[in-house]
């Protein structure tokens, strides 16, 4: 499916892809999840729902992003952007 | 570019859903059957089988047996009355203990009394079908977080595999009535495909709020809001230990509960469903009556799935209001009805068997899923090992978990009745009849395996009408006619699955395998 | 119950214009040659029917639980077509033809008693 000759290229590709899909992903939906809990208006309870409920759709966006773009680069990139702009608003927010 | 796309979601689509497939199998078989959870502990208690509501006393004896029976340090009590599901009264108490790890649990006693007599009917003991239950949510014999997390896990896996799916079968109104009947590999397609969209709905409801049910755990970074209260009374529980106050029956007698019931039943406009008895035996003892089940799936409290209750002093009978509870924001009304839908306790008899049908679509769907792969993928991958290893983890996962589900059926009436250990014993059949079927299929020649293991699992349910003959004073024609309608539903489901799965076997054996 | 009966009956019907309303399916109902004016004429009337086949079950269930069974009946009605235009497919239009008296039949015994 991805267009490279070798196997080992292919299997290496899988692999990262996994693990940034999995873990990048779920740090990145995370971080983005509890930025909205803070930006809601809504009472802190209500808020944190509303942003649970979204991460599992977000989560599954990451899947598709990151196994359908053609370059692993563009994968990392489409994850970490957001990812490390929204974890850094969360530090400079005062720590998660 | 866009074809490039649809291989993608192919992809991904194939083995989000194979590898964690046989789990997602596995909860979507016991999660069907956990809809009839109390109708399966039920059946696996046969000395309630006689039980048949005549005299509406009986609830006021459930009241004499709680106080001669339920512990002095009991927190409080519940009975809940009969109804369509549950022939017998029950009749719990619940003690409160603090537990290290996991804060107040509760330690519930339960007791199931004849519905003409209240009697006690010393039903055997069985983890009935809350072990199913419990299967379908934390799997079993290892930490209940732990379990949570494959679970959630799993399901997550099944949510990308879901929505791959949509993307991937973009013609969903096009052929969803095709099915084309022993055409090899195509015709698992068609049932896959049409199970998977004929239930679209319910499958997209029951995955995403199954993940919604597991997000405290899944997400235990954005779970202080909820925890906040919760956290508050156990800091107070624990440094100020419940005082007991024994209960004194002499000084105050509880009222009979039979108008009470009419009372309530009047003021809230619904059947009354539970009964939740608290300080027992002192000044203040209160009873609370819980309507059967609500009429809408935003309704605010979950744990008692109504959203309304009545209270009544039950030392003199009074009325002490009502309990409405709060409206809720938009969010938790979208998540209050999904959570709802996806445990169906609003469910009648008629809207259960849908859910149920529904969940037998999802289980369909995800076995031949697991069949396309080994048919179709591994032999284009043409990888002999992972082919076999695949179709040895489908048949002992497919046919494996019905055959072991039969099992353990079996052992509830093959166990004797007041063995000491019987419950172990119940589920160590399952477990052990499990890893048979594992091993079965390795040894055996594999096509040949999933005909064995058909015939055998035919066998086992069909006969499940005639073990319980045997085993209890119902059998499947005189419990219709004594109007018990949970042993006959579960008898008569019984059979049909046997002929079905032997239909299914007839139809294997006739087919040549691609090879 | 009786409702639920109604909804299923009448979500059967629908299905089956439906698949009437497509050529492959259509062929293997009815004897009669695919008539590509009618398409539309069967399609809409399928959704249409289908659309009214939720109104017993939210009569019955109110709204939010009514919904839910008539998503639940169009799961099984649809299953049984698909079998049946597999392993019986000229049973299906007596069926469906059927199904409207059989519902009209049950919603007039629900209003009367």
């Known amino acids: 499916m991805f267009n490279y000759s070798a196997k080992a290229v292919y299997r290496l590709d899988v692999a990262t892809r996994t693990l940034l899909a999995v873990f990048g992903g779920y740090w990145g939906c995370a971080a983005v999840t509890l930025i909205v809990t803070r930006i809601l208006p809504s009472d802190p309870k209500t808020a944190a729902l509303t942003a649970n409920m979204l991460f599992f759709i977000l989560y599954t966006c990451v899947f598709i992003w990151v196994f359908s773009v053609r370059k692993p680069l563009y994968a990392w990139l489409g994850v970490g952007i957001p990812s490390a702009v929204f974890g850094l608003a969360l530090l400079m927010w005062g720590g998660a | 570019m866009k074809e490039k796309f649809r291989q993608s979601m192919s992809w991904l689509h194939t083995w989000s859903g194979l590898i964690l497939g046989w789990l997602i199998f596995v909860i979507f078989f016991t999660?069907?059957?956990?809809?009839?959870?109390?109708?399966?502990?039920?059946?696996?208690?046969?000395?309630?089988?006689?039980?048949?509501?005549?005299?509406?006393?009986?609830?006021?004896?459930?009241?004499?047996?709680?106080?001669?029976?339920?512990?002095?340090?009991?927190?409080?009590?519940?009975?809940?009355?009969?109804?369509?599901?549950?022939?017998?009264?029950?009749?719990?108490?619940?003690?409160?203990?603090?537990?290290?790890?996991?804060?107040?649990?509760?330690?519930?006693?339960?007791?199931?009394?004849?519905?003409?007599?209240?009697?006690?009917?010393?039903?055997?003991?069985?983890?009935?079908?809350?072990?199913?239950?419990?299967?379908?949510?934390?799997?079993?014999?290892?930490?209940?977080?732990?379990?949570?997390?494959?679970?959630?896990?799993?399901?997550?896996?099944?949510?990308?595999?879901?929505?791959?799916?949509?993307?991937?079968?973009?013609?969903?109104?096009?052929?969803?009535?095709?099915?084309?009947?022993?055409?090899?590999?195509?015709?698992?397609?068609?049932?896959?495909?049409?199970?998977?969209?004929?239930?679209?709905?319910?499958?997209?409801?029951?995955?995403?709020?199954?993940?919604?049910?597991?997000?405290?755990?899944?997400?235990?970074?954005?779970?202080?809001?909820?925890?906040?209260?919760?956290?508050?009374?156990?800091?107070?529980?624990?440094?100020?230990?419940?005082?007991?106050?024994?209960?004194?029956?002499?000084?105050?007698?509880?009222?009979?509960?039979?108008?009470?019931?009419?009372?309530?039943?009047?003021?809230?406009?619904?059947?009354?469903?539970?009964?939740?008895?608290?300080?027992?035996?002192?000044?203040?003892?209160?009873?609370?009556?819980?309507?059967?089940?609500?009429?809408k799936i935003t309704y605010t409290d979950r744990s008692r799935n109504a959203d309304a209750n009545v209270n009544y002093?039950?030392?003199?009978?009074?009325?002490?209001?009502?309990?409405?509870?709060?409206?809720?924001?938009?969010?938790?009304?979208?998540?209050?009805?999904?959570?709802?839908?996806?445990?169906?306790?609003?469910?009648?008899?008629?809207?259960?068997?849908?859910?149920?049908?529904?969940?037998?679509?999802?289980?369909?769907?995800?076995?031949?899923?697991?069949?396309?792969?080994?048919?179709?993928?591994?032999?284009?991958?043409?990888?002999?090992?992972?082919?076999?290893?695949?179709?040895?983890?489908?048949?002992?996962?497919?046919?494996g978990l019905a055959i072991a589900t039969a099992a353990y059926f079996w052992a509830n009436r093959l166990v004797p009745a007041y063995s000491a250990d019987r419950m172990s014993w119940e589920v160590g059949v399952f477990f052990t009849v499990w890893v048979l079927t594992f091993i079965h299929p390795v040894i055996r020649d594999r096509k040949q395996a999933w005909i064995d293991q058909l015939w055998v699992c035919a066998g086992m349910f069909a006969l499940i009408p005639v073990i319980n003959a045997f085993t209890s004073p119902m059998n499947l024609f005189n419990a219709f006619s004594a109007g018990n309608m949970v042993v006959a539903g579960f008898d008569l489901t019984a059979l049909v699955t046997g002929v079905l799965l032997a239909v299914t076997a007839v139809f294997v054996s006739g087919k040549k395998e691609v090879k | 119950m009786l409702a639920g009966l109604i909804t299923l009956a009448l979500t059967f019907t629908g299905f089956t214009l439906i698949a009437l309303g497509m050529e492959k399916h259509h062929a293997q109902i009815m004897d009669k040659p695919f008539n590509t004016a009618l398409k539309p004429v069967y399609m809409l009337s399928g959704w249409v029917i289908l659309l009214i086949a939720a109104v017993p079950c939210v009569m019955q269930y109110k709204i939010s639980i009514g919904l839910t069974a008539w998503f639940g009946c169009m799961s099984l009605s649809g299953s049984v077509l698909v079998l049946m235009l597999t392993y019986t497919p000229r049973k299906v239009f007596a069926g469906a033809a059927g199904a409207v008296p059989f519902a009209a039949a049950l919603f007039l015994v629900n209003i009367l008693l």
């Not at chain 2, 959870?37 to 039980?51: A, D, G, V, Y």
């Not at chain 2, 009979?256 to 027992?280: F, M, T, W």
């Open chain 2, 313 to 399: 002093s039950l030392r003199n009978g009074r009325f002490y209001g009502e309990m409405r509870t709060e409206p809720i924001s938009k969010a938790y009304s979208v998540f209050n009805a999904l959570s709802t839908l996806h445990v169906a306790r609003f469910a009648d008899t008629f809207m259960r068997w849908l859910f149920f049908i529904s969940g037998v679509m999802g289980t369909v769907m995800t076995a031949t899923g697991l069949i396309i792969w080994v048919q179709k993928k591994a032999k284009a991958a043409n990888k002999p090992f992972g082919r076999k290893l695949v179709e040895v983890l489908n048949i002992g996962g497919i046919t």
């Open chain 2, 31 to 295: 999660g069907t059957l956990s809809y009839f959870r109390h109708e399966i502990t039920h059946w696996m208690q046969p000395e309630t089988h006689e039980s048949v509501v005549r005299d509406a006393a009986a609830l006021d004896r459930a009241v004499d047996f709680l106080v001669k029976n339920a512990p002095d340090d009991a927190a409080g009590w519940l009975i809940a009355l009969p109804d369509e599901r549950m022939k017998t009264i029950e009749a719990s108490w619940r003690k409160v203990r603090i537990d290290p790890k996991y804060g107040i649990r509760p330690e519930i006693t339960q007791n199931f009394l004849d519905a003409s007599t209240g009697e006690n009917t010393n039903a055997r003991k069985t983890h009935g079908g809350e072990f199913l239950y419990r299967f379908h949510i934390e799997l079993y014999g290892m930490d209940k977080t732990l379990g949570r997390w494959i679970i959630g896990i799993a399901t997550m896996a099944m949510f990308i595999a879901i929505i791959t799916g949509i993307i991937l079968h973009k013609r969903i109104f096009k052929d969803f009535f095709t099915f084309r009947g022993k055409k090899g590999v195509r015709s698992w397609m068609d049932a896959h495909i049409f199970t998977a969209v004929l239930a679209l709905p319910y499958h997209v409801m029951i995955t995403y709020s199954g993940l919604l049910l597991l997000m405290m755990i899944l997400l235990p970074w954005n779970t202080e809001e909820f925890m906040r209260e919760y956290n508050e009374m156990r800091a107070k529980m624990l440094e100020q230990p419940a005082e007991v106050i024994s209960p004194d029956f002499e000084q105050y007698p509880p009222v009979s509960i039979v108008p009470l019931i009419a009372d309530a039943e009047k003021r809230l406009g619904e059947k009354i469903g539970k009964i939740y008895i608290s300080n027992p035996g002192q000044r203040n003892m209160l009873a609370t009556f819980v309507p059967v089940r609500s009429d």
